[in-house]
């Protein structure tokens, strides 16, 4: 992993310290806008699209299971026994037979887009990778048109 992306997977981190808990348990609105904000720069996030998404932060799970997801990324909380056979099975074949397509904000500050560079070994299927400059963390709402535009005739080419 580059230094750069260490640098942007801060936030990973930060949810493994008892202030990220914290940060994810009682200020989840506004730690989730900044991360929105900061992930997406130049893009105003609509307030509508926000508000929808952030009913979702208020389920009474949403705090332990975010804080999970990031934990045991690390190997900082235990993985789920009922998904080993499938972690063994992508260990044991890596490579993706099927069609795929990766579509990367060139802007995106949480995932670097050297991060889908080069990986066309690890693709038997048809691939494609296109990088929308101008973009952050959130092509499908972000350049909707431009990921339409490249996920139609994917998907058409693929059936």
Request: charged share 20%.
């Amino acid at each position: 992993m580059s230094y750069q992306q260490m640098q942007n997977y801060w936030y990973h981190w930060l949810m493994a310290l008892d202030r990220g808990a914290e940060l994810i348990r009682n200020d989840r609105q506004k730690f989730m806008r900044y991360i929105w904000s900061i992930w997406n720069p130049g893009w105003q996030i609509p307030e509508d699209e926000f508000a929808a998404t952030a009913l979702a932060f208020e389920n009474p799970d949403w705090a332990d299971i975010t804080l999970h997801s990031y934990r045991v990324r690390w190997g900082l909380a235990p993985r789920s026994p009922t998904f080993e056979y499938l972690e063994k099975r992508v260990v044991a074949a890596p490579i993706i037979h099927v069609p795929s397509l990766v579509i990367h904000g060139g802007d995106d500050p949480c995932n670097d887009p050297e991060t889908s560079a080069g990986k066309d070994h690890l693709f038997r299927g048809y691939f494609r990778r296109h990088v929308l400059s101008g973009t952050g963390h959130f092509p499908q709402r972000q350049s909707a048109d431009a990921v339409t535009e490249l996920a139609v005739p994917f998907l058409l080419q693929s059936r």
